[in-house]
């Protein structure tokens, strides 16, 4: 019910309520929902209004000496991710509307917000990227996406359909973003087993299946399928930090990895939206570059 009444007025305004109520002359302006976030920095729960929670994303996920439009760009992501999340999702934290563990939601960093972060969301105040149906798309973004971005299903474990909105698209980036990585045979096994694959040796190891992006979308030892998305979570994304790889070999017990980019791949580049902003690009363009079929939307002044 909470959920349902914090977008109400949203609702209203897209015309997404069952009801035909009576419109005024002039209809009410939707005010900015406040909603309920746990702050694990804090370990509290903190009330705050949804600009507010988008500003402390903006920092979290961005330099704050990037280019204006790049920011603005991000902050209409964050601000789409938010009200995508509390209309559809439940926090994993009692009382929390979302929360600001990572492994759930947004990077979150309020200590990092000035005034340059400040001025792009201000300057891009309710504004969330729409479907042309009234519906919110799920706004995914990621650092760098090593040339093209993925769809979710080859790169997210993503388990239903393919979203309408998500597309197969130059990255825009300056450059590839190599990286290479190793793992013990033991620890890679390891995070197998963690991800619920039961390998027992690696085997044949290889890339087997990949996506229209060219990520790896199934990994094989031992006989074995994995998703390979699953995988590098367990792994750890930071060792592991794409699925568009370039090398798979294990040798003398030791497992290695190379491939470009940073992240999962869908959605928004946001070293690619640095590189568009500092080619003159305006921050709805930016966003709009990388899904399909939506737009900029003001959703309250």
């Known amino acids: 019910m909470r959920k349902l009444m914090l977008l109400l007025p949203l609702l209203v305004l897209l015309g997404g309520c069952a009801a035909e109520p009576a419109v005024p002359k002039d209809p009410p302006v939707p005010t900015v929902p406040v909603i309920s976030v746990w702050v694990t920095s ?31 760009a991000q902050a209409i992501l964050a601000r789409t991710y938010v009200l995508k999340f509390i209309s559809e999702k439940e926090s994993r934290y009692p009382g929390a509307d979302i929360s600001t563990d990572i492994t759930e939601a947004q990077a979150y960093d309020a200590d990092a917000v000035d005034s340059r972060i400040l001025a792009a969301v201000a300057a891009t105040r309710g504004e969330v990227l729409m479907a042309d149906d009234g519906t919110l798309p799920y706004a995914w973004f990621h650092a760098h996406s090593g040339g093209r971005t993925a769809l979710a299903r080859e790169s997210l474990d993503w388990q239903g359909a393919e979203p309408a909105h998500t597309r197969v698209t130059d990255g825009m980036e300056a450059d590839s973003a190599p990286w290479s990585a190793t793992f013990t045979e033991a620890d890679f096994l390891a995070a197998c087993r963690d991800a619920g694959y039961p390998v027992g040796s690696c085997r044949d190891l290889a890339i087997g299946t990949t996506g229209p992006s060219g990520r790896a979308v199934t990994l094989t030892a031992d006989g074995i399928s994995m998703n390979a998305a699953r995988l590098r979570i367990s792994l750890g994304s930071t060792r592991m930090r794409s699925t568009l790889l370039t090398e798979l070999t294990v040798e003398d017990g030791v497992v290695r990895m190379a491939g470009l980019g940073y992240g999962h791949g869908v959605g928004m580049s946001q070293w690619g939206a640095r590189a568009l902003a500092e080619a003159g690009w305006p921050a709805g363009e930016i966003a709009l570059h990388y899904y399909n079929g939506l737009g900029v939307v003001r959703v309250w002044e």
């Open 42 to 72: 804090a370990e509290a729960l903190v009330q705050m209004d949804v600009e507010t929670y988008v500003a402390g994303v903006v920092a979290g996920e961005m330099p704050s000496s990037w280019p204006d439009e790049a920011l603005r």
